[in-house]
């Protein structure tokens, strides 16, 4: 919402100037955007006058003018083919900066023949994009004064965000009343005296509606102008319209242009010889088309509310009017609609059709439904004032909704809500001064006025209290803090989250953080893909899934980096995946990836991107972020997206806890990724929840002096034996002696028989009540040696 | 007499040009082994009568220990020299690189999030949470914007392919559901921090259709906008890590709050490098105010007892200002040279004894 100094003050009785209005708009919630002061900007630019206007000697276009600046007479070249002798132009001189070409002016030979300064278009000082000649001023403009004064932009113009509770603030008039109600002057009286009307309209207006609620248009008034002329609108309201960025069109579009900006009421203005009888609101028939002023077909829907005259819909109710019954240089009769919509269909309408005009910036928000008539006079009084003609009685079909709701308001709720002490009397003032109606002491009876829909409670009151007396006064207050010493105020399950990233990071690598959604056909290799997780309105069509997996996500990137010529790079994220497209149904992973082969080293030492690796570093996160050492064993059974023989899962039941290993050559293509890719995966919400204990307490130590023992056995089993199958088999023996069981040599080859191995562990004995003697070691030894032959049919290598 | 003067000092010479272990080890088994000459010498005694084995008795004993002793020394000298050889050509040159030091990085969103909660925890601000996934009732209606409210439509929302049970969800537009789901759980006095994920459908320079916000909601009998203004006053001066920020509150709507303000930091941009605490540039960085009581009384809270503030920052937005981080859209893609340059290291947790930062 654009406004100039001027134009407030029209309402406003202040001496403030633009920058304290600024600060005090913003400061009762009218957020200003900017202060545009154009006789700032434009200081360097001055009224000159033409002398004499010669063609240029080397170049027909270009024309060789002396111009007089009030402090001397320059030589300029001008390639304008309106400069003439005798005009009065807006003047650069050189070293201006030209903000419309974003340039500074130099002294400069054009085709052999010196220039000393510019004669500016509009375009140049981006006033608007005419650039066809050289800006013409007025001829009784003061050479040597400032242009700004003698284009009429002396007038600061101030933007603010109206925030969309705040219809009351669309209008100049809104803004003036909150200025007067926060102290920055008094309130003009704007009341619209009723111009009478000499004959019955020869238009009727009808509200065309089925029973229901609420009522698509409650209010349409309306009335005939008829012997009008519609010439250019006044200087004044040119210059009004201006300033705020709109465009001059016509006395009777300007002055809707005008009402709206001034009072928040946008109007319509028929050419009533283009009707066809009379004009009702109606819903639009689905498919029905209206060309709007904006010279585009728009196809309407039955939620949209049209006014149709006895042939055709001739606007989009609330949203634009329609091109074939606007009104133009021949227009000589009208008729003036002012009407009341509902705000909900306003903004379905004008959303749907992508139409954003002043009308339905207003509508949307909610109009006065008291000005409706009021309104209607205004335009009446202006058209007849510029126009001439004789103006017919209203005709009004519906009338004006009830609007008023008194709120019970406790003035003791604004300090209870706003920690701010404001007298009652105070709080009845800004009240009053804001336009509500209060009556009685201690418990208030509060009506808010017409224009502020968005007062419903006594929060809303609080509101208006404060941001009138200003947040500014509110002093910060300690809140009481519930302990001493801060607690930890993390959950468990986020705590593991917090460690499993500091793991990951402390072992080399990269935190990320993608987007939620990936594209269907990355999701689809991960077993998502389906209709559950498709968004209905992607920001693109590679960001239409919800990803079942994090490292579709971890791949791109991967992908991404290797483009850019990285090596090795190693990433992880920590965050959702989603297993439809329901609330709830996510859950919280930690995944990994390593790719690419280690930078070469002269110790070969490295990263390697296989699955051991993987299996390791996801082992080190899981018990990180599990707080305890896993003893879960690893099993094949990884899904589709993993190399099928070299990956794994982690599994407690049917709880998956993790999965690692090289990524599937399919995939990995699918991803244009280069060099081998491992990977893990670690499901952070099935990590069972830590055992709450009472005590903080650890059990007693227990540990033997006795001395350990060391047994080294080696066997040959079929080659599909895991080594988790020998491991178990040899601890089962004696839980309590064997204190460890590794493995310490893997072979195949020369000297096991085809499809056998040879698996070599060393088991440790830690005795606890005395030394062990060889001979129960032996016994052991042997008790190992037959756990392990009949549990995986090997024998004892020889 | 000559015999074992003569022995020793032809023993003595022998043993101290013994030039290695090998032959320092026959010379004692020529000497002390069993057949050795010092051996046969002891064997001699036998054969004495007692005054005569009174007399060579100590003396071949004397000799059979000075030779042991000396052979001893040597051997210790010949060890030490071997050493000192084998050593001499164990030289490595330590200007070679070791194995490469792993380093990872942590990502500034969860830099910044860690930094906010341990201040807000301080503060006796809880963490919640709630899914990405959401129901219109929760990130809409329950937060005052029923259908067709206005304010909806500037939320950019991504929706869902309709369930096949025939429910729509969306992806949240905002962490303010978690206020609704724990005012739905939990029974006053509240206290909580929602940091998380957010989605707008909106792409550009300094958009990201993905985003993070943290959401803060206080609910107790008392709590009124000048605990507001201090929770927030006290987050961003721990934040920034300045003595002093100027703060500006400004009147402001948002459907799920009244009054509903928004915040603006003191900073100066005139260098390179954003200032906070001087300057006369303001910075939004907060939208927040009072719950709204319709929100309260859809959220099960009695708007006649209780009542309480909320409010919301942008993650990634506070870590841009902080760090000086110029734009938004590197930090979800992963460039690995951005994120060593930005990520921070493993061990750079922000903690109350340890300061948030370095």
């Not at chain 1, 102008?225 to 309201?237: I, L």
């Not at chain 1, 009341?340 to 379905?348: E, T, V």
């Amino acid at each position: 919402m654009k406004f100039s100094l001027s134009w407030l003050k029209d309402h406003l009785d202040t001496t403030a100037d633009a920058g304290t209005i600024a600060e005090k708009l913003t400061s009762i919630g009218l957020e200003v955007e900017s202060v545009e002061d154009k006789a700032k900007s434009l200081a360097a630019f001055t009224v000159a006058r033409v002398v004499s206007a010669e063609t240029h000697p080397n170049a027909d276009r270009l024309k060789l003018c002396m111009v007089d600046t009030g402090k001397e007479t320059v030589q300029v070249v001008c390639g304008a083919p309106n400069a003439r002798a005798d005009l009065k132009v807006v003047f650069a001189p050189p070293e201006t900066f030209i903000p419309g070409s974003n340039m500074v002016l130099k002294i400069a030979a054009i085709r052999g023949v010196e220039s000393r300064g510019m004669m500016c278009s509009e375009r140049e000082l981006e006033l608007s994009t005419e650039h066809d000649g050289i800006i013409e001023l007025n001829a009784d403009a003061v050479v040597g004064s400032p242009a700004a004064e003698a284009l009429g932009l002396n007038d600061p113009v101030i933007d603010v965000a109206i925030t969309p509770n705040r219809s009351d603030c669309t209008s100049v008039y809104g803004i003036a009343r909150d200025l007067a109600a926060a102290g920055l002057g008094t309130l003009k009286d704007a009341r619209v005296a009723p111009v009478k009307g000499g004959y019955p309209s020869p238009i009727t207006t009808a509200l065309d509606f089925a029973a229901g609620t609420p009522i698509p248009a409650p209010m349409f008034a309306g009335r005939y102008v008829r012997g009008v002329k519609n010439d250019p609108s006044p200087d004044w309201v040119q210059k009004r319209l201006k300033a705020i960025g709109l465009r001059p069109i016509s006395a009777l579009v300007d002055v809707t242009n005008l009402i709206a900006h001034d009072r928040g009421r946008p109007l319509h203005v028929f050419d009533a010889a283009k009707l066809k009888g009379n004009i009702r609101a109606r819903l639009a028939r689905d498919g029905e088309t209206v060309k709007a002023l904006d010279g585009r077909d728009y196809t309407l829907d039955a939620d949209m509310i049209v006014i149709a005259d006895d042939a055709a819909a001739r606007g989009i109710a609330g949203v634009m009017g329609g091109e074939d019954t606007g009104c133009t240089e021949a227009t000589t009769d009208v008729f003036i609609e002012s009407a009341l919509f509902d705000p909900a269909r306003i903004a379905r309408a004008g959303r749907k059709l992508g139409i954003m005009s002043d009308a339905r910036y207003r509508f949307e928000r909610g109009v006065d439904p008291e000005f409706v008539l009021p309104g209607l006079e205004l335009a009446t009084k202006l058209i007849l004032e510029f126009c001439g003609g004789e103006a017919s009685e209203v005709v009004i079909a519906g009338g004006v909704p009830e609007w008023r709701r008194a709120i019970a308001f406790d003035p003791a709720r604004v300090a209870r809500l706003s920690g701010l002490n404001v007298s009652e009397s105070e709080i009845i003032r800004i009240l009053k001064a804001l336009g509500f109606a209060v009556e009685g002491t201690g418990q208030l009876r509060v009506t808010p006025p017409s224009w502020r829909s968005d007062i419903h409670g006594q929060a809303d009151l609080v509101e208006e209290i404060v941001r009138i007396r200003g947040l500014a006064e509110i002093v910060a207050t300690p809140m009481p803090h519930p302990h001493a010493v801060a607690r930890s105020v993390l959950t468990p399950a986020q705590r593991r989250v917090g460690t499993a990233r500091r793991a990951l990071a402390a072992r080399g690598f990269h935190e990320a953080v993608h987007f939620s959604f990936i594209s269907r056909a990355q999701a689809a290799h991960f077993g998502g893909g389906d209709d559950s997780r498709q968004l209905e309105n992607p920001i693109s069509a590679d960001l239409d899934a919800l990803r079942p997996s994090l490292l579709p996500s971890l791949l791109a990137a991967i992908q991404r980096n290797q483009a850019r010529g990285a090596a090795q790079v190693t990433l992880f994220e920590i965050g959702a995946q989603f297993a439809s497209g329901k609330p709830g149904d996510q859950t919280n992973v930690a995944a990994g990836v390593i790719a690419g082969e280690p930078p070469r080293h002269w110790t070969k030492a490295g990263i390697r991107a296989d699955v051991m690796t993987a299996k390791s570093e996801m082992l080190a996160t899981l018990e990180a972020a599990w707080g305890q050492e896993v003893t879960v064993p690893a099993q094949a059974g990884a899904p589709a997206w993993y190399h099928p023989g070299r990956s794994g899962v982690l599994a407690m039941g049917p709880k998956h806890l993790a999965y690692f290993g090289e990524l599937h050559p399919r995939i990995a293509a699918a991803f244009d990724l280069k060099g081998p890719v491992s990977a893990f995966e670690i499901f952070l919400d099935a990590i069972p929840e830590p055992k709450t204990r009472g005590t903080k307490t650890r059990p007693p130590l227990e540990i033997s002096d006795f001395p350990a023992v060391e047994r080294d056995f080696a066997f040959v089993v079929d080659a599909k034996t895991t080594a988790d199958a020998i491991v178990r088999a040899a601890r089962g023996v004696d839980r309590q002696l064997i204190e460890r069981v590794g493995i310490f040599d893997v072979y195949e080859g020369k000297g096991v028989p085809e499809g056998k191995k040879s698996l070599a562990i060393a088991v440790r004995l830690q005795p606890k009540a005395k030394t062990l003697t060889e001979a129960e070691i032996e016994a052991i030894a042997q008790k190992i040696v037959a756990a392990v032959t009949k549990a995986t049919g090997g024998t004892l290598r020889a | 007499m000559t015999d074992i003067a003569s022995l020793e000092r032809e023993l003595t010479e022998r043993i101290a040009a013994a030039g290695d272990e090998p032959a320092l080890e026959s010379l004692r088994v020529a000497a002390l082994g069993k057949k050795g000459s010092v051996s046969e010498l002891l064997k001699t005694l036998g054969g004495l009568s007692p005054d005569e084995r009174k007399i060579q008795g100590p003396l071949i004993n004397g000799l059979r220990d000075r030779v042991a002793e000396a052979i001893a020394t040597r051997k210790t000298a010949l060890e030490a020299g071997a050493l000192d050889a084998r050593l001499a050509q164990e030289r490595v040159d330590v200007t070679l690189p070791a194995p490469e030091i792993v380093r990872g990085t942590i990502h500034p969103v969860s830099q910044v999030q860690s930094e906010v909660t341990l201040i807000l925890a301080d503060l006796g601000f809880a963490v919640a949470e709630g899914p990405d996934v959401e129901s219109d009732d929760y990130n809409f209606t329950r937060l005052n914007m029923p259908a067709d409210h206005p304010a909806r439509q500037m939320h950019d929302t991504f929706y869902m392919k309709p369930q096949a049970d025939g429910t729509r969800s969306l992806l949240r537009t905002h962490t303010s559901p978690v206020q609704v789901r724990t005012m739905l759980s939990q029974k006053p006095p509240i206290r909580i921090i929602a940091p998380g994920r957010t989605y707008r459908c909106d792409s550009d320079a300094t958009h990201s259709p993905m985003f993070h916000q943290v959401e803060g909601l206080v609910i107790d009998e008392h709590t009124h906008l000048g605990y507001l203004k201090w929770v927030l006053e006290e987050l961003c001066k721990a934040f920034f890590e300045v003595p002093n920020v100027g703060m500006r509150f400004r009147p402001s709507h948002f459907p799920f709050t009244e009054p509903s303000l928004e915040v603006d930091i003191q900073c100066d941009r005139s260098g390179a490098q954003i200032k906070f605490g001087e300057g006369k540039d303001w910075l939004e960085i907060a939208g927040a105010g009072m719950v709204h009581p319709r929100v309260l009384e859809m959220c099960g809270v009695d708007p006649e007892i209780y009542q309480g503030f909320a409010f919301g920052m942008g993650i990634d937005r506070l870590a841009m200002l902080k760090y000086g981080i110029p734009d938004l859209r590197p930090f979800f893609d992963s460039d690995v040279r951005w994120l060593r340059h930005y990520g921070f290291g493993a061990f750079d947790a922000p903690s109350i004894d340890g300061g948030l930062s370095r």
